[in-house]
């Protein structure tokens, strides 16, 4: 499913009228319709809720399901942040139509406008239909009042289309904004539904179809919302006729006194991932751990100091080029020795790599990535050290972030966090739909590496494993949050996980796609 900008909708709304003869008028009932299935959903018995409408065609759309609901024996208060005569003219016709079925707008030059926005506390659903997703500069006056008083209200609340108040194609939140316990939005998802303020302010969202011509939705975009099938077509088989070397070699370089588990974590994942045969690279007391844990890692045991990988390691690891793909950086720290160290074995490797944690701070630090295919990592804090950016116009921004850190190092990009974002040279960025928020754990990152790089051992290319490894790597975490709960699953269970996951990705391509989210 692709995903729009303002722009794009723009474009589409115009071709759905002069290329296909669809009224926005009967797009506007559509919409209508569609949040009205959602109302109620969210309040199945007739009760009290209250519709804000703006004065363009996102209240039009809140004027039809005034209308919808008064017919179905809601009892319906109407306010329109505006004027009569500032009406646009679709928004207009369906005002008059709901005005007709009994529904009386409340405008802003009505005395009863204010104390009604005061006794919002006293209704048991609010529908927001203020801004749509055109809105870009800060809001101000009746449509600011009207936002903090719902939140003020403390009233479960319905977005249509976007939260009234957020940047449709940056999240950010323009001054103020409605906090939604639910968004509906058409045709399309948006992209403020994966960055900034948006993420959290849309609540649990939907997609819903409102006959837009498919010609028009299928036409790719800037980026798109990954899919089961998608990952199912990836997924590499494994033949019956098999044996281990045909399911792809990994090393692990990583870990330190302090940090023995990140390479454990990352060489479970990797083996839970279908590795035919994974190898750990690291200093004695990593090596020491690894044998305890996982007695199915080969083991090589690099030269250290205090601890940590010392830069004399790189000889040792030129004899390792026999493997398929290498994971570089989970629990190295970011010692002076670790920054050598790198940059002596990354000046001639030519083996596809995964770059991770203390590997992406030592790229932040100057050293120079390998010249082969290369797969980086970076949740926020580190992509702000490599492109020297502050974590908040990271969050603000996703996708530019990631089309940004592209060019920069013309590799492909996962940009870690709720809604992971990828980015590959040449490639529309694609965006994960899978995981929850029990993710944000210790380990959940050297999981993912060692996922990704069992997907590259096994030749996938850098984009595919990439988008292939952040949802497998989700839908464990889905299946952690739904079997043990939602907050405190530890990283090795997710790797452990993962070949119930592949299952249920496979199980599950042919479904219905869903995109919500919690």
Same mark, same amino acid.
């Given at each position: 499913m692709w995903i729009a900008n303002a722009e794009h909708l723009k474009e589409v709304d115009r071709r759905a009228s002069t290329e296909f003869n669809l009224s926005p008028m009967v797009l506007m009932e559509r919409a209508g319709l569609a949040v009205f299935e959602s109302l109620r959903e969210m309040l199945p018995e007739p009760g009290r809720i209250t519709v804000l409408c703006g004065k363009g065609n996102n209240g039009g759309d809140a004027f039809v399901l005034a209308r919808l609901a008064r017919d179905a024996g809601y009892s319906v208060e109407c306010l329109v942040a505006a004027i009569e005569?500032?009406?646009?003219?679709?928004?207009?016709a369906a005002m008059l139509s709901a005005r007709a079925h009994g529904v009386q707008p409340i405008f802003v030059d009505d005395a009863r406008w204010s104390r009604k926005l005061e006794m919002l506390a006293a209704r048991e659903l609010i529908v927001d239909g203020l801004l749509?997703?055109?809105?870009?500069?800060?809001?101000?006056?009746?449509?600011?009042?009207?936002?903090?008083?719902?939140n003020r209200s403390g009233v479960p609340v319905l977005s249509i289309d976007v939260p009234s108040g957020i940047h449709c194609d940056t999240g950010e939140e323009l001054g103020e904004s409605v906090w939604a316990l639910r968004t509906v939005t058409f045709g399309l998802p948006k992209p403020f539904l994966f960055e900034g303020t948006g993420i959290e302010h849309s609540g649990y969202w939907t997609v819903h179809d409102i006959g837009i011509p498919s010609a028009l939705l299928h036409e790719p975009t800037f980026a798109r919302v990954l899919e089961p099938q998608m990952i199912a077509n990836i997924l590499p088989e494994r033949m019956r006729n098999c044996h281990k070397g045909d399911h792809g070699n990994v090393l692990i370089v990583g870990g330190s006194r302090r940090y023995r588990g990140a390479a454990i974590l990352a060489a479970r994942a990797a083996l839970r991932a279908g590795a035919g045969l994974v190898t750990v690279a690291g200093v004695r007391e990593v090596c020491d751990a690894v044998s305890i844990q996982l007695p199915e890692a080969i083991l090589v045991e690099l030269p250290g100091q205090d601890g940590i990988v010392s830069p004399e390691a790189a000889d040792v690891l030129r004899d390792q080029r026999k493997t398929h793909a290498a994971v570089f950086g989970p629990g190295l720290t970011h010692a002076p020795q670790v920054l050598e160290f790198l940059a002596r074995v990354w000046q001639d490797w030519d083996v596809p790599c995964v770059i991770d944690a203390d590997a992406l701070n030592a790229l932040g630090?100057?050293?120079?990535? =390998?010249h082969t295919e290369c797969i980086l990592t970076p949740h926020p804090g580190e992509m702000s050290r490599l492109l020297q950016l502050s974590i908040a116009e990271i969050q603000h921004d996703r996708f530019r972030t990631v089309q940004a850190a592209v060019e920069q190092f013309d590799q492909t990009i996962v940009l870690k966090g709720p809604y992971s974002v990828v980015g590959s040279p040449g490639h529309p960025m694609q965006v994960n739909p899978t995981g929850n928020p029990g993710l944000a754990v210790g380990g959940a990152g050297d999981v993912l590496s060692g996922v990704l790089?069992?997907?590259?051992?096994?030749?996938?290319? =850098?984009?595919?494993?990439?988008?292939?490894?952040?949802?497998w790597h989700g839908a464990a975490g889905d299946l952690c949050a739904q079997h043990i709960g939602p907050v405190g699953y530890m990283a090795s269970e997710i790797a452990d996980r993962? =070949?119930?996951?592949?299952?249920?990705?496979?199980?599950?391509?042919?479904? =219905?796609?869903?995109?919500?989210?919690?």
């Open positions: 005569p500032e009406m646009r003219d679709e928004s207009r749509g997703v055109s809105a870009a500069g800060e809001v101000r006056g009746h449509i600011r009042a009207a936002i903090e008083a719902v630090l100057g050293v120079r990535l =390998p790089g069992t997907l590259v051992a096994q030749c996938l290319m =850098p984009m595919d494993a990439a988008s292939c490894g952040v949802y993962l =070949p119930a996951a592949r299952t249920h990705i496979i199980n599950a391509c042919s479904a =219905p796609f869903s995109c919500s989210a919690s």
